[in-house]
């Protein structure tokens, strides 16, 4: 693995980080090794290594298709983003439920939960604080509020505490398994199985930071699944998360042959009509123990419209979409 040394900088507003590439990455491009490594988009990177910032083996010129080799030394000049308070900002979500203790909340899909590179502003945390300004004190500065998330592109219920208390026992309750999350997701084709137990470890693949994949070094992952039905190409899945990996479903599902309809990231040669921009993946069932009153709360969210639109299609089609 590559290791990365921080250096005093050549200008006072400039970070100047030295990494030496590892026997892992042997092989990759400079753009994709980087953006790994620093947390950042490609895009980003290219920007970088275009404006000068990017030196391999002690001056050398870079270019972003640059083939990475094991032990080159690479240079990397860049202004680090100054930390800013968050602005709180209305955003468009629904609330399902609320009291003095938690918020739940039935997020649209391609709504980002927290800021993150490529999403300073418009995030859910950023309404949240804009209807529920006291959620700044509950969790951390930067994720104030958030005990647990939901990809960008997957829709469906959440919870959100309002104070320090909430946050520390609705987060242990998520550590410790407490907590039932199910999900309906739409897959490519049918499991060999309609019931079963996916107990496979996952971790993030070393080719490509974004994408995560089953790995013998990863962390325990294990989704409970049946199928609800199976047409024309498709099947309706109910999937039950034991654990809360990273992109858990998604990886999983793909593992056994049968990738979420609409995923880009593990499914991109799988087409849907051009109007559906989303992963078939809805948080549909939300059930734990009240912070405050020890009650147990249940509660369920409905298909959204778009998936609802896409499932009346597939159904009245011939056949699915190669």
């Known amino acids: 693995m590559a290791g990365i040394r921080l250096r005093e900088a050549f200008l006072p507003e400039e970070q100047v980080l030295s990494l030496v590439a590892g026997k892992d990455m042997d092989g990759e491009r400079l753009d994709v090794f980087l953006a790994w490594k620093l ?14 910032k990017v030196q391999i083996d002690q001056g050398k010129k870079a270019k972003p298709s640059l083939v990475v080799r094991s032990g080159m030394d690479i240079t990397v000049r860049m202004t680090p983003r100054p930390v800013k308070d968050l ?8 609330v399902v439920y609320e009291d003095s203790d938690i918020v739940v909340i039935d997020k649209p899909a391609g709504l980002i939960v927290h800021p993150a590179p490529g999403h300073w502003s418009g995030t859910l945390v950023h309404g949240l604080l804009h209807k529920f300004p006291e959620i700044a004190d509950s969790g951390t500065s930067e994720r104030p509020g958030i005990v647990h998330r939901l990809d960008g ?17 609705l987060a242990r309750a998520f550590q410790e398994r407490q907590v039932r999350k199910e999900y ?17 470890p996952i971790g993030r693949n070393v080719r490509n930071r974004y994408r995560m994949a089953v790995s013998s070094t990863g962390k325990r992952a294990v989704t409970e ?24 479903i998604r990886v999983h599902m793909k593992h056994i042959g049968c990738p979420l309809v609409g995923d880009q990231l593990y499914a991109p040669r799988r087409k849907t ?6 992963v078939f993946l809805h948080s549909w069932i939300l059930s734990f123990t009240h912070p405050g009153n020890g009650r147990c709360m249940f509660f369920r969210s409905t298909l959204h419209p778009e998936l609802v639109s896409f499932l009346s299609q597939v159904l009245s089609r011939g056949k699915a979409i190669p």
């Not at 602005?87 to 629904?94: A, L, Q």
Request: aromatic content about 8%; proline content about 5%; hydrophobic content about 35%.
């Open 225 to 248: 699944y049946s199928v609800l039905w199976t047409r024309k190409g498709y099947s309706l899945v109910r999937c039950l998360l034991i654990t809360g990996r990273t992109h858990q």
């Open 39 to 52: 947390d950042k988009t490609r895009t980003q990177i290219q920007n970088l290594i275009r404006d000068g």
């Open 87 to 94: 602005v709180p900002e209305p955003v468009d979500f629904d």
């Open 273 to 278: 009509e051009p109007w559906f921009e989303r």
């Open 153 to 169: 592109s997957t829709s469906g219920l959440m919870v959100v505490s309002r104070n320090s208390r909430s946050h520390d026992l």
């Open 184 to 200: 309906i997701a739409l897959v490519w084709g049918s499991p060999r199985k309609t019931s079963g137990v996916i107990d496979l």
